[in-house]
């Protein structure tokens, strides 16, 4: 096995020169791992991670060769165990499909008691039962919102349309809503919390210490020691860095680019200071050396562990002078190191020596001048911090997940705002150390999760799941696929993920990044809210028709509509308004707002009393323009022999109530609290158009002579259009002062 070469199973390692293994598929790591097949590890719950005697199946030799023997094949490997994770069977209903299945049987139930109540009672007043059942049948097709199950489908597929344009796109409709219930977020470090590429952070030359601006990429002055320590950092490096993409390994890539903002491009040095000889990086050494020509005559250049730089050097570069190097010097040097690691950098010395003439590779490290050190790390992404801190007003927790060291992660975990301190981080090994119920009743006090295995993933999410949360899970690697299976919403990268993360994932983020979670999030909470604008709408209208119905048939009163024109209203009501209510534009302040409980009924927060309360106002308003239309031509609801022209005059009456207060009410359903001024009047052009659609199909019906007669409705006096546009918006300005009080209230209670 050498370098660019898979691994074809799982190995123990017997011998290896060198060797480095991109495990970052199974393990997270965004650089490749140094193997070391001499190394004895005796614990057995050591992280797939820290197994440098191991090689797996499936990842990639990139530096290096070395020799095994297969201890693991097929389904056996650790890629075998994570396929068999994958193979199970995990399919629950999301939360709105629960809400949708509880409904639907509610409503089932209730149509059926309607039918079978009015059946009888019509029966009892030996009323015609054959109207009757016609009336009952309509009046069960008019309680159930039978096109709620088409416009759930529309609103979740322009949701999907919406998301796609935010690059968030997702594989199955249902997640759309469920993003809007995520109380959890579970993400990778690597590329969605960070840029997946090592950048130089600090730098360091005696007794001066320099930050690099991450957020300023303009070229940076250097002169003295800075500019000799940069220029020995990109000399002594294999890695290209050209047009943005970096070949090599990734902290030689981070020296280039820092080479680049000092205006020390690789390029112009090498041409100026052509390589002569090397001694290549060795595991043991912990070095790299070469050769370069230094005007008329030569110059070595070091760089590695600092401890062992230390160790070859005698003396140190100071203002431009080479000093000696006591031990007061080293323990400075030691000083900044040990700080630098502290914030979990990766920690990088460099060093040269003036020869006139060309050395061995054997002469090189000895000697030496230090010039100075560097800090590197993956950085977090510029915008994440911003997001973190939306996702948590919104009472969302983010968790960080990764196969990185625990102060690496941790230190990106303060950096963000996902976490205090250590205290509230934990790794594989530990949480080994727990039973499922111990590990489940700890979850809540641990954000970052660090050195994880696949398993470690899956139970993690089932421990979050376990108290009732709604959890996303982000990754990219094979190793995230398990994870991203079990959680209510798994999130693949779409630039740096496999193909097994993608099909694992209910949704691929296509700019890998952690921001644009949360505005899926916030997306998704737009889209539940207004199906459940549209569920709450169809319910308080055909609660109005039920009640039209039954009373008139409860107090022997004529029947104020018939079954045509229940089903009449019912096509103008239930279709364009109920979806224009589903595209609804978003509420600016939803993510001010706590996620909802995923066990939260359609009613929750006075919706139902909301849907009775306009119901009712429609049913009785309806009976009162009835009532209006047969004491126009002095008739009672009691009374007998009336004749058939009043009956169509005051059905008429009825019949245009019942649609237009329908009509009018959407409009502040739109939200439970802000008036339908403060949402804007006119901000969803689609409702306000469904509405003039509506009312212009209605006045057709009534003016167009043969529908009229088909309808058996006569075209109305101008006071009686007056009286009836009054009454249809007596349902809208209720719900407008119920809402001013509502807003009241709460202003109260927050002074």
């Known amino acids: 096995m050498d370098a660019g070469r898979f691994v074809p199973a799982d190995l123990r390692l017997v011998e290896s020169a060198n060797l480095q293994i991109e495990e970052s598929a199974l393990t997270g790591e965004?650089?490749?791992?140094?193997?070391?097949?001499?190394?004895?590890?005796?614990?057995?719950?050591?992280?797939?991670?820290?197994?440098?005697?191991?090689?797996?199946?499936?990842?990639?030799?990139?530096?290096?060769?070395?020799?095994?023997?297969?201890?693991?094949?097929?389904?056996?490997?650790?890629?075998?165990?994570?396929?068999?994770?994958?193979?199970?069977?995990?399919?629950?209903?999301?939360?709105?499909?629960?809400?949708?299945?509880?409904?639907?049987?509610?409503?089932?139930?209730?149509?059926?008691?309607?039918?079978?109540?009015?059946?009888?009672?019509?029966?009892?007043?030996?009323?015609?039962?054959?109207?009757?059942?016609?009336?009952a049948i309509s009046l069960a097709v008019a309680a159930i919102p039978e096109g709620l199950a088409a416009i759930v489908a529309i609103v979740l597929a322009l949701g999907v349309t919406r998301m796609s344009k935010i690059n968030a796109i997702v594989k199955k409709l249902p997640a759309v809503e469920t993003l809007g219930s995520v109380n959890i977020i579970c993400s990778d470090k690597t590329g969605t919390l960070t840029q997946n590429k090592m950048t130089v952070v600090k730098q360091y030359t005696l007794h001066n210490l320099k930050d690099i601006p991450l957020d300023d990429f303009?070229?940076?002055?250097?002169?003295?020691?800075?500019?000799?320590?940069?220029?020995?950092?990109?000399?002594?490096?294999?890695?290209?860095?050209?047009?943005?993409?970096?070949?090599?390994?990734?902290?030689?890539?981070?020296?280039?680019?820092?080479?680049?903002?000092?205006?020390?491009?690789?390029?112009?040095?090498?041409?100026?200071?052509?390589?002569?000889?090397?001694?290549?990086?060795?595991?043991?050494?912990?070095?790299m050396s070469t050769l370069n020509q230094e005007g008329n005559g030569y110059r070595v250049h070091t760089k590695g562990a600092i401890d062992n730089l230390l160790s070859i050097s005698a003396s140190a570069l100071a203002d431009g002078k080479i000093i000696p190097l006591t031990e007061e010097l080293k323990a400075d040097y030691?000083?900044?190191?040990?700080?630098?690691?502290?914030?979990?950098?990766?920690?990088?010395?460099?060093?040269?020596?003036?020869?006139?003439?060309?050395?061995?590779?054997?002469?090189?490290?000895?000697?030496?001048?230090?010039?100075?050190?560097?800090?590197?790390?993956?950085?977090?992404?510029?915008?994440?911090?911003?997001?973190?801190?939306?996702?948590?007003?919104?009472?969302?927790?983010?968790?960080?997940?990764?196969?990185?060291?625990?102060?690496?992660?941790?230190?990106?975990?303060?950096?963000?705002g996902i976490a205090q301190s250590i205290g509230q981080s934990i790794t594989g090994a530990e949480i080994d150390g727990f039973s499922d119920e111990e590990f489940s009743n700890k979850i809540n006090d641990y954000r970052v999760f660090a050195r994880v295995s696949p398993e470690h993933k899956v139970k993690?999410?089932?421990?979050?799941?376990?108290?009732?949360?709604?959890?996303?899970?982000?990754?990219?690697?094979?190793?995230?696929?398990?994870?991203?299976?079990?959680?209510?919403?798994?999130?693949?990268?779409?630039?740096?993920?496999?193909?097994?993360a993608k099909g694992a994932s209910d949704m691929i983020l296509t700019d890998d990044n952690f921001t644009?979670?949360?505005n899926a999030i916030e997306e998704g909470r737009n889209i539940y809210n207004n199906i459940k604008k549209a569920v709450i709408f169809l319910l308080s209208c055909n609660l109005g028709e039920v009640v039209t119905i039954l009373a008139s048939i409860l107090f022997f009163w004529p029947v104020p509509l018939m079954p045509t024109q229940i089903l009449w209203i019912n096509l103008i009501t239930d279709s364009l308004p109920a979806i224009a209510l589903g595209i609804d534009p978003g509420d600016k302040d939803v993510m001010k707002k706590k996620p909802r409980d995923p066990r939260e009924s359609f009613f929750a927060g006075g919706a139902g009393l909301r849907a009775v309360v306009g119901g009712l106002l429609i049913g009785i308003l309806t009976l009162?323009?009835?009532?209006?239309?047969?004491?126009?031509?002095?008739?009672?609801?009691?009374?007998?022999?009336?004749?058939?022209?009043?009956?169509?005059?005051?059905?008429?009456?009825?019949f245009v109530v019942l649609a237009a207060s329908q009509l009018f009410y959407s409009l502040t359903i739109r939200n439970a609290t802000k008036s339908i001024f403060q949402v804007g009047l006119f901000s969803n052009r689609y409702l306000i158009g469904s509405i003039i659609v509506g009312i212009i199909l209605q006045l057709g019906v009534i003016s167009i002579p043969f529908l009229a007669l088909a309808f058996k409705v006569h075209n109305l006096s101008l006071r009686d259009w007056g009286i009836v546009i009054l009454f249809a918006l007596v349902p809208l300005v209720v719900n407008e002062i119920i809402k001013l009080f509502a807003r009241t209230t709460e202003r109260n209670k927050q002074e």
Do not use: W
Not at 339 to 360: P, W
Not at 644 to 653: K, P, Q, S
């Open 516 to 518: 644009t979670i949360v």
């Open 30 to 135: 965004s650089v490749p791992s140094a193997k070391d097949a001499l190394k004895i590890l005796e614990d057995p719950k050591t992280p797939i991670g820290d197994k440098v005697n191991m090689a797996f199946a499936s990842t990639l030799a990139t530096y290096g060769r070395g020799e095994g023997i297969v201890v693991a094949t097929a389904m056996d490997t650790e890629i075998g165990k994570i396929a068999k994770i994958l193979e199970e069977d995990n399919n629950e209903m999301t939360p709105l499909q629960k809400r949708l299945d509880e409904l639907g049987r509610i409503l089932g139930f209730i149509a059926i008691g309607i039918c079978a109540v009015i059946f009888i009672i019509a029966m009892i007043q030996r009323r015609d039962l054959f109207e009757m059942f016609l009336t």
């Open 624 to 654: 009162a323009a009835f009532y209006f239309g047969l004491a126009e031509h002095g008739y009672s609801l009691g009374a007998e022999n009336i004749p058939e022209e009043v009956l169509i005059y005051a059905r008429t009456m009825a």
């Open 218 to 287: 303009n070229t940076i002055q250097a002169s003295g020691d800075e500019a000799e320590l940069v220029k020995s950092l990109v000399l002594c490096s294999d890695a290209t860095y050209e047009n943005g993409q970096g070949t090599g390994d990734p902290t030689e890539v981070a020296l280039i680019i820092l080479g680049d903002r000092f205006g020390l491009s690789k390029a112009g040095l090498n041409a100026e200071h052509k390589r002569i000889s090397e001694k290549p990086f060795d595991s043991d050494r912990k070095l």
């Open 334 to 416: 030691l000083k900044i190191t040990e700080e630098m690691s502290d914030s979990a950098l990766r920690v990088l010395g460099v060093a040269f020596k003036d020869t006139d003439q060309v050395i061995d590779p054997a002469a090189m490290e000895k000697d030496l001048t230090i010039i100075g050190l560097v800090g590197m790390i993956d950085p977090p992404r510029l915008e994440v911090k911003d997001s973190i801190n939306e996702a948590k007003s919104a009472g969302i927790t983010p968790i960080m997940i990764t196969g990185d060291h625990k102060n690496t992660a941790v230190a990106i975990a303060k950096e963000l």
């Open 460 to 500: 993690i999410v089932r421990a979050f799941k376990s108290h009732g949360n709604i959890v996303s899970m982000t990754g990219d690697g094979v190793n995230d696929a398990p994870s991203l299976k079990y959680a209510d919403i798994g999130v693949a990268m779409g630039i740096t993920g496999t193909d097994v």
